[in-house]
């Protein structure tokens, strides 16, 4: 578009965003989750909460999560529900890290962390446009922040 | 003693009809306002829109130019040398006491104390008079309007002392609830600390009305008037202010210097805030001894080009005139209102009557962080976010609104390029 007084912004604001962002997947809140933690960006007034269920054995068998952000957080909080549900709680940290460096680093940049679902992070790969635009990390990043700690914290028994 | 004659920066203003207030020669005053922004290789840039006044205003050049003025031909430390220099700007900074004194309607230069901005003036009456004062079983009146420079000093003194803190409600369209107000003092109430004007909503309190009914009670009482004091003139005395403060920068003025009005009983009443060179009469380790009211509160160098800054802003807005200059802003504001409220899906929060040159507003389906991002490519400046006030923004059950505010130097097509900025985001994520 010659005259999109956005056009910087498209990169940013891709389709797969607005969509994410407009019509969030598992934004709900799970009876059985079993960890959770809240995110929360001051700056820009985002808040969300991310639960997790979690089994046994170690295997995320569900994420979603509750509250609303701008539509980088959500887009990003949506999509990671997508990407680390049925992983290990190892596997969940290490897409996290390849994501982290995603939105921070330039591909020539990017250290190897190991086997990791590329798919996934194929996926994820759309939100690599906040690398132009550092106070948006946070936003990419606030979901996935919430996640490691819902998982790092103890194991929560659900009241509901 | 005489000013080096060439550092006399022209006034651009001197003599400016009040009517009808000179938009254009006025913009010329501020040398920023000629850039553009997100200008790069093979892409033209945007002129900058900026309406984020409320978060700090630019600079005229007669501010800039007195600031290089004294850096380059009459610096040196006040108060403190024999030699030509340092009288020279000890004579220039404490011109600004006087200035600023009267810029309030001040009794007296020693009612004006320099401090780095409005939250180390709070932090300062908290930390004397506040510490000295404020015990177990008291109690102060706080307003839900309150930016966090006006609550945290005193939650860091309540942690010490363990008083409580009671909040004055607004209605829903941000106007203070003066009955529950009046209902919140008691005998227990030792001081009332609220803002003269709402950063986020523009709300302008009755400060007089709000003085009188605790002064009934004998209850001291703190203004915050960071917003009130940029977009109206401010009497002091006519509001009855015990203590008054405002921050350097959002007057046109430079950072890093704020200001203190305090009552002069008050003052003399209030230990020193820091310790240091300049606010002590005589020192010895069996014990010092400290200066009067205001210097008591100023210890070490002061901010001496930035005092000098502010005076020269002041001298600028003063040119002006600040009814002028409230005049040219309500134009600004009213437009600006009447075509938001037009866009289906846009809604104003804060409407209270007589209100300051600030618009914060809330878009369905569009969160504020996206809408300042997407705007500020148009090159429209504005703020988003929780704008240090997050009580506030919880009593309208919102994370965050996007924020317009107006300044001396914005236009009635700057107010419109917002709304084509709206507009366009609005339509982005239809």
Known sequence: MVNDPFGDLRDLYQEVILDHGKHPRNHRHPPDANHEARGD???????????????????????????????????SASLMTEVIRGKRESEARALFECFHDLCTKDDADIPDHGPVDEDALDRLRVLS?????????????????????????SAKISTE | MQKDPRCKPQPAHKGLP???????????????????????????GKPLVYLDNGASAQKPRAVI???????????????????????????????????VARFLN???????????????????????????????????????????????????IQAEKGFTIKVIPCDDRGVLDLDAYAALLGPRTKLVSVTHGSNVLGTITPAAEIARLAHERGIPVLFDGSQAVVHQPVDVQAIDADWYVFTGHKLYGPTGIGVLYG????????????????????????GTTYREPPYRFEAGTPPIIEGIGLGAAIDYIETLGRTNIAAHEQTLLARATARLEQIEGVRIVGTAPGKAAIVSFVMDGVHPHDLGMLADQMGVAVRVGRHCAEPLLARF??????????????????????????????????
């Open chain 2, 106 to 156: 001040a009794p007296s230069r020693e009612n004006i104390v320099f401090t780095r901005n409005a939250t180390e003036a709070i932090n300062l009456v908290a930390a004397t008079w506040g510490r000295c004062t404020l015990e177990k079983g008291d109690e102060i009146v706080l307003s839900i309007l309150e930016h966090h420079a006006n609550i945290v000093p005193w939650q860091l």
């Open chain 1, 129 to 153: 446009g906040v690398r132009e635009f550092p106070v948006r990390v946070k936003c990419a990043t606030l979901a996935w922040h919430a996640m490691t700690a819902a998982l790092a914290g």
């Open chain 2, 397 to 430: 059950g919102l994370e965050a609104t996007a924020r317009a505010s107006f300044g001396l130097y914005n236009t009635i097509a700057e107010a419109d390029a917002l709304v084509e900025a709206v507009l366009a985001v609005k339509e982005f994520f239809r």
């Open chain 2, 18 to 44: 009040p009517e009808p207030y000179d938009i254009e020669r006025v913009r010329e005053d501020f040398p920023i306002l000629k850039r553009l922004v997100h200008e790069r290789p093979g892409r033209l």
């Open chain 2, 263 to 286: 009552r002069t009983e008050l003052l003399n009443s209030m230990p020193p805030y820091q310790g240091g060179g300049d606010m002590i009469a005589s020192v010895s380790f069996e």
């Open chain 1, 41 to 75: 960006n001051p700056l820009c007034g985002d808040r969300i909460t991310v639960y997790l269920t979690i089994d046994t054995d170690g295997l995320i068998r569900d994420v979603a999560f509750e509250g609303r952000g701008c539509a980088i957080s959500t887009a």
């Open chain 2, 65 to 99: 130019d007195a600031m290089v003025c004294c850096m380059e031909l009459e610096y040196s430390n006040v108060h403190r040398g024999v030699h030509y220099l340092s009288q020279q700007t000890t004579d220039a900074y404490e011109a600004v006491r006087d200035k």
